[in-house]
């Protein structure tokens, strides 16, 4: 590993130290936010592609202390950035290049890319990261922390819980911005990724670009003053539309057992169920042959419109005989005409038994992450839906004054339907396994019909089989960003018409 202008000091991204900062101060005071092209590392790294093939990467390895003024804790507010310098040799110029922004979020946990000391290289399961992937394409990586949930001061005062993460991406987003030519890449192609918590950070980052919403908490934290739109948005089984989700997860999984064998209370998901039916119908998501989405045709919308084509690629991939082996081991499911079919029940027994308890995301008990992440000062964990907190408190009970607000901070769908955000990703990478149960199969489904009815460019999959957390085609979604960007490799200054810049 070549050291270049940063030496052996660890490279510090901007100018000054954010703990000089004190609040209060005036913004003049405050350290610039300036990326220092000079401060990298230089490292090579071995990646494995999707077909197998390894490539020698070259990159320049920049960390960049804080990307906020005034940290409330640096470890989690600050970025890295990776940038290819030669693959197996051949010079990669990625001035222009698409910069993919991979937050590591996973059950709205904190999340700190401090002390990583190069790109994070391997994956879920040991394979190739998508950050390493994206490399080995020429893309820039900029690799985000932020704070989560449990993070608490030492007053006992949680800092990380809703809305911090968002806030801490959304800053992010505006450095790079606030950088625009200082930092490699081009940052109006800023593509983000994220899986489960952090894909729904990923998608909430795209629906919410330059909402006022978040001006005051990204005010307080000393956010560089720039706009933090994207331009796509790659979403992998994102857990999002959290006030509806218990509702939703009712809907889907209400008639499924638990790995025990036992069904939750059927009267409490029935009623559920029944909230679900009041809720879906005020989305008014067109469908293609059902008309607007109910609770009586979503089984047939998700069918029809994600599962059975899921199943169909996955025959469709495979040899005649892996194909009639499949096909008598799960007589459910026929296949004519290159396409496969089946029931939803049919679908559901497959699947098998669901993952979580009901309520599952506002429980009664407050034990789940998600009452963890509508906790604030020292309550560490709060009731964020009318219908839980009614049950444990009486008929009138109210929800905290801030929840509804807050809700509406972390909520992608708020953003997309209540008030329509012009300034949203209109590129979309929707994945989502057909045996993930950590939520609805109709959140990642409702998220996509949204917006498709709305004109966006989305490309929404199911894997099948796919459990939580899966990438069935890695490769395809790089290939997706060159697509989307117009990034042709190696192509220098390239102007697209009516890029306007
Ligand atoms: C994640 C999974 C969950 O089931 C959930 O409720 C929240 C987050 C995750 O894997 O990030």
Same mark, same amino acid.
């Given at each position: 590993m070549g050291l270049t202008a940063a030496g052996a000091a660890p490279a510090l991204g901007f100018a000054g130290s954010a703990r000089a900062a004190t609040k +209060?101060?005036? =913004? +003049?005071?405050?350290? *610039?936010l300036v990326f220092d092209p000079a401060a990298h590392t230089e490292q090579t790294i071995a990646v494995r592609d999707t077909t197998g093939t390894v490539h020698s990467v070259t990159y320049r390895f920049f960390k960049v202390a804080?990307? =906020?003024? %005034? !940290? =409330?804790?640096a470890a989690y507010q600050s970025l890295n950035v990776s940038v290819p310098v030669s693959v197996d040799g051949s010079p990669v110029d990625a001035t222009d290049a698409p910069i993919l922004l991979a937050n590591s979020v996973g059950g709205y946990m904190p999340s700190s890319v401090a002390a990583n000391t190069g790109i994070i290289a391997s994956g879920m399961g040991g394979g190739t990261s998508r950050q390493a992937l994206a490399l080995a394409a020429g893309y820039v990586v900029v690799e985000p922390g932020a704070r989560g949930r449990t993070l608490v001061d030492a007053d006992g005062v949680y800092y990380g819980t809703a809305p911090a993460a968002i806030v801490d991406l959304k800053a992010a987003v505006r450095y790079l911005k606030a950088n625009k030519g200082r930092v !490699?890449?081009? =940052?109006?192609r800023i593509v983000s990724s994220g899986v489960s918590a952090g894909g729904a950070l990923s998608a909430l980052l795209g629906a919410s +670009?330059?909402? !006022?919403?978040y001006e005051p908490y990204l005010a307080e934290i000393g956010? *560089?003053?720039?706009?933090? *739109?994207?331009?796509a948005s790659g979403d992998w089984c994102p857990i999002t539309d959290l006030e509806h989700a218990d509702a939703a997860y009712e809907w889907n999984w209400g008639g499924s057992p638990l790995a025990s064998g036992a069904l939750v209370d059927q009267t409490l998901s029935r009623e559920l169920t029944a909230r679900y039916a009041d809720y879906l119908p005020t989305l008014g998501l067109r469908t293609e042959g059902h008309g607007t989405l109910t609770a009586r045709n979503l089984d047939d919308h998700l069918v029809e419109k994600y599962l059975q084509p899921s199943a169909t690629r996955f025959l469709a991939a495979l040899t005649d005989d892996a194909r009639a082996d499949y096909l008598a081991a799960h007589p459910f499911l026929t296949w004519s005409g290159g396409r496969a079919r089946f029931t939803w029940a049919d679908f559901l027994t497959h699947v098998g038994p669901r993952k979580k308890n009901a309520p599952s995301f506002d429980a009664f008990g407050l034990t789940t992450p998600e009452n963890n992440l509508y906790g604030t000062g020292t309550t560490g964990a709060r009731h964020f839906t009318l219908f839980s907190l009614r049950h444990e408190q009486g008929a009138g009970a109210r929800l905290a004054p801030d929840i509804p607000a807050k809700l509406r901070l972390m909520n992608p769908m708020h953003h997309l339907v209540d008030q329509v955000n012009p300034? %949203?990703?209109?590129h979309w990478w929707i994945r989502v396994g057909t045996k993930d149960s950590d939520t609805s199969l109709s959140v990642v489904a409702n998220l996509a019909t949204r917006l498709e009815n709305l004109g966006d460019d989305v490309d929404a999959r199911y894997y099948w089989d796919g459990g939580h957390g899966a990438d069935q085609d890695p490769g395809e979604f790089i290939g997706w960003i060159a697509q989307v960007t117009g990034h042709r490799p190696g192509v220098r200054s390239r102007r697209l018409p009516g890029r306007g810049r």
């Amino acid at each position: 590993m070549g050291l270049t202008a940063a030496g052996a000091a660890p490279a510090l991204g901007f100018a000054g130290s954010a703990r000089a900062a004190t609040k +209060g101060q005036p =913004v +003049g005071a405050e350290p *610039a936010l300036v990326f220092d092209p000079a401060a990298h590392t230089e490292q090579t790294i071995a990646v494995r592609d999707t077909t197998g093939t390894v490539h020698s990467v070259t990159y320049r390895f920049f960390k960049v202390a804080s990307y =906020v003024a %005034r !940290p =409330v804790n640096a470890a989690y507010q600050s970025l890295n950035v990776s940038v290819p310098v030669s693959v197996d040799g051949s010079p990669v110029d990625a001035t222009d290049a698409p910069i993919l922004l991979a937050n590591s979020v996973g059950g709205y946990m904190p999340s700190s890319v401090a002390a990583n000391t190069g790109i994070i290289a391997s994956g879920m399961g040991g394979g190739t990261s998508r950050q390493a992937l994206a490399l080995a394409a020429g893309y820039v990586v900029v690799e985000p922390g932020a704070r989560g949930r449990t993070l608490v001061d030492a007053d006992g005062v949680y800092y990380g819980t809703a809305p911090a993460a968002i806030v801490d991406l959304k800053a992010a987003v505006r450095y790079l911005k606030a950088n625009k030519g200082r930092v !490699p890449g081009d =940052v109006e192609r800023i593509v983000s990724s994220g899986v489960s918590a952090g894909g729904a950070l990923s998608a909430l980052l795209g629906a919410s +670009g330059d909402s !006022p919403l978040y001006e005051p908490y990204l005010a307080e934290i000393g956010a *560089a003053d720039a706009s933090d *739109a994207i331009f796509a948005s790659g979403d992998w089984c994102p857990i999002t539309d959290l006030e509806h989700a218990d509702a939703a997860y009712e809907w889907n999984w209400g008639g499924s057992p638990l790995a025990s064998g036992a069904l939750v209370d059927q009267t409490l998901s029935r009623e559920l169920t029944a909230r679900y039916a009041d809720y879906l119908p005020t989305l008014g998501l067109r469908t293609e042959g059902h008309g607007t989405l109910t609770a009586r045709n979503l089984d047939d919308h998700l069918v029809e419109k994600y599962l059975q084509p899921s199943a169909t690629r996955f025959l469709a991939a495979l040899t005649d005989d892996a194909r009639a082996d499949y096909l008598a081991a799960h007589p459910f499911l026929t296949w004519s005409g290159g396409r496969a079919r089946f029931t939803w029940a049919d679908f559901l027994t497959h699947v098998g038994p669901r993952k979580k308890n009901a309520p599952s995301f506002d429980a009664f008990g407050l034990t789940t992450p998600e009452n963890n992440l509508y906790g604030t000062g020292t309550t560490g964990a709060r009731h964020f839906t009318l219908f839980s907190l009614r049950h444990e408190q009486g008929a009138g009970a109210r929800l905290a004054p801030d929840i509804p607000a807050k809700l509406r901070l972390m909520n992608p769908m708020h953003h997309l339907v209540d008030q329509v955000n012009p300034h %949203r990703a209109k590129h979309w990478w929707i994945r989502v396994g057909t045996k993930d149960s950590d939520t609805s199969l109709s959140v990642v489904a409702n998220l996509a019909t949204r917006l498709e009815n709305l004109g966006d460019d989305v490309d929404a999959r199911y894997y099948w089989d796919g459990g939580h957390g899966a990438d069935q085609d890695p490769g395809e979604f790089i290939g997706w960003i060159a697509q989307v960007t117009g990034h042709r490799p190696g192509v220098r200054s390239r102007r697209l018409p009516g890029r306007g810049r």
